[in-house]
């Protein structure tokens, strides 16, 4: 079935897996749009209009609840969201579609056998159904979910002083033994906080984990090699030294 379809998240390593992983199940799908916040979001929309909208639950500016209310039934919406407890009970029982990240295949197929017999049937539109359930799932989140604080600066030794590195400054991080090698653009340290620790602080909009022992600003990669077997490395803007990627994170850069 032939459709088109905009992808908003303010993740780009997320949009672009979900339009890989969408290429694979729905090749017929035209991916028309790809917006980084709500306002682009609804920019995008007005210009294309298309058939489905794959919307970020939190995103800058205006959050896909909003988005979707204002797109008013124009389009299938299927939401994505990081929060896969208390979000997940707030769209199972509204008939509206969701995606958890992660984003799963499987999962996805699901959502697109759904999609698919919707498109079949004469639009619906959004109707008052559709805003009750809308301003239902807002309350609960605005009541169950609190997103997490993002870590600002982080505290290293070096030398015999405590240095505050803001976190806008870090390139890439690595584990190395029972520390970890925060490099950024003044130097290196270490810190006595593990990768796994680190990866739920640091905002994953700019921040992604590569490899179990390395986490790299997205910002600062400028390509991505394939290796031997099926590891890989990236390289970053600049600067000569590479961060190595593993085969459970290779598909995070296969649009790269």
């Known amino acids: 079935m032939i459709a088109s379809a905009l992808i908003?998240?303010?993740?780009?390593?997320l949009r672009q897996r979900l339009a890989a992983l969408l290429d694979r199940l729905w090749p017929e799908l035209r991916l028309v749009a790809s917006a980084r916040n709500?306002?682009?979001?609804?920019?995008?929309?007005?210009?294309?209009?298309?058939?489905?909208?794959?919307?970020?639950?939190?995103m800058p500016g205006v959050n896909g609840i909003e988005v979707a209310r204002r797109i008013g039934g124009r389009a299938e919406v299927v939401f994505v969201t990081a929060y896969d407890q208390y979000a997940v009970e707030a769209f199972r029982h509204r008939a509206i579609d969701y995606l958890v990240k992660p984003l799963d295949e499987a999962r996805l197929a699901e959502t697109v056998d759904r999609l698919q017999a919707r498109l079949r049937q004469p639009p619906a539109g959004g109707g008052p159904a559709f805003e009750a359930a809308l301003e239902r799932i807002a309350a609960e989140l605005r009541e169950r979910i609190t997103p997490p604080a993002r870590l600002q600066w982080i505290k290293a030794s070096v030398g015999n002083t405590v240095r505050l590195i803001p976190v806008d400054e870090v390139?890439?991080?690595?584990?190395?033994n029972k520390y970890t090698l925060v490099v950024w653009?003044?130097?290196e340290a270490l810190i006595r906080k593990t990768i796994r620790e680190l990866a739920g602080e640091l905002d994953p909009g700019r921040f992604v984990q590569v490899h179990r022992c390395a986490i790299v600003c997205l910002e600062r990669v400028s390509h991505f090699v394939?290796?031997?077997g099926e590891s890989g490395e990236l390289f970053l803007k600049g600067r000569s030294?590479?961060?190595?990627?593993s085969r459970s994170y290779q598909h995070l850069f296969q649009a790269l």
Not at 171 to 176: A, F, T
Not at 241 to 245: G, M, N
């Open 8 to 13: 908003a998240d303010d993740e780009p390593l």
């Open 241 to 245: 030294d590479r961060v190595p990627v």
């Open 226 to 228: 394939h290796g031997d």
């Open 185 to 187: 653009e003044g130097g």
């Open 38 to 58: 709500g306002p682009e979001a609804l920019q995008l929309f007005e210009e294309h209009r298309p058939r489905v909208a794959f919307l970020d639950v939190q």
């Open 171 to 176: 390139i890439y991080l690595r584990s190395d």
